[in-house]
């Protein structure tokens, strides 16, 4: 598989560092596409050693600002012929944060990292997966949208440039939720827009995974004992980057776009009803994803403004 060259942002921690070795061990050239050069030098060097695989790469890489993705695209393109794999692992979530903060373009910084960041660096890089006999996109999705099953959640689409910032209290979980519904929607229609040049674009809806030490310091001492009491029976971030290799390399899934997979690698599907007994299985199973994700005006919506804010990109 040393030609097979595969894209991993966020690749210096959690369930990306896993990936990353996982796809090493198995052959791949690894990009480790990572914003901290400090810590992921000794990852990529980690990761190195593990597989027995000198084809790991550490790119710098903030996928919240344009400028940087412009420049880590320009520079992967000179250094590669084509992309067969990229996986949007890296996200935004700073636990306690009670202040909205914005990206170089003036983006509110969860939708920058998790969302208009992804779908730009996409755009730059759909020739180079275009010339891949199996191009597949991935996206980390989370199980925080089904806060989208409550009738009363909304995306904010009037706040993404933070522009209620001194008027509405910030929420670092609803916005990390809301970008989080705001890739599985982008991920649907990149996904028709990708089709006619063989790209195939999927999300994973990611559970329960041990969270690191890091992680766990930012939160408040309630929420600090809790997270690692639930840690005691979390699996393992290698689990879900097993996932990951599964769904971006088997036949099972080589013609598969469009779609939400769950953590058993079953592909879910829209709620048929948010009501009653079909509500309640709805929120505590794992095989719908909320009505909301596919409204059409909620898509058209978040890629214009995509496309608006990139034609300003630096």
């Not at 790119?59 to 320009?74: P, T």
């Not at 910032?165 to 809301?178: E, I, L, P, V």
Request: glycine share 6%.
């Amino acid at each position: 598989m040393v030609d097979k060259i595969v894209m991993i942002t966020g690749a210096n921690s959690g369930i990306g560092k896993a990936a990353a070795l996982k796809f090493a061990m198995e052959g791949y050239r690894v990009i480790m596409a990572c914003r901290n050069m400090r810590i992921s030098k000794a990852v990529q060097q980690e990761v190195a050693e593990a597989s027995d695989n000198a084809s790991v790469d550490l790119m710098e890489l903030d996928v919240s600002s344009f400028q940087s993705i412009r420049s880590f695209c320009a520079e992967f393109k000179q250094k590669y012929p084509r992309l067969d794999i990229l996986i949007h692992n890296a996200a935004y979530l700073n636990h306690g944060e009670k202040e909205y903060r914005l990206s170089p373009e003036q983006i509110e910084l969860s939708f920058a990292t998790n969302v208009f960041g992804p779908l730009f660096m996409t755009n730059l890089l759909a020739d180079h997966l275009e010339k891949s006999q199996d191009a597949r996109i991935l996206h980390a999705c989370t199980t925080n949208i089904k806060n989208f099953f409550d009738p009363k959640r909304k995306i904010d689409f009037d706040n993404l440039r933070g522009e209620f910032r001194n008027s509405r209290r910030y929420s670092a979980y609803k916005m990390y939720g809301d970008s989080k519904m705001a890739l599985l929607i982008l991920t649907f229609r990149l996904a028709e827009e990708l089709k006619g040049r063989g790209i195939k674009v999927n999300a994973l809806q990611i559970n329960r995974v041990k969270l690191s030490k890091a992680t766990i310091d930012k939160l408040s001492p309630f929420w600090r004992v809790l997270a690692w009491a639930q840690n005691l029976t979390n699996p393992l971030p290698s689990g879900m980057a097993d996932n990951y290799y599964y769904i971006c390399t088997s036949e099972e899934f080589r013609h598969v776009t469009g779609r939400l997979i769950n953590h058993n690698r079953e592909i879910i599907q829209p709620s048929t009803s948010e009501k009653g007994i079909e509500q309640l299985k709805n929120i505590f199973g794992s095989g719908s994803y909320p009505q909301y994700a596919n409204d059409h005006q909620h898509a058209e919506t978040l890629w214009d403004l995509g496309i608006e804010l990139a034609k300003y990109a630096p």
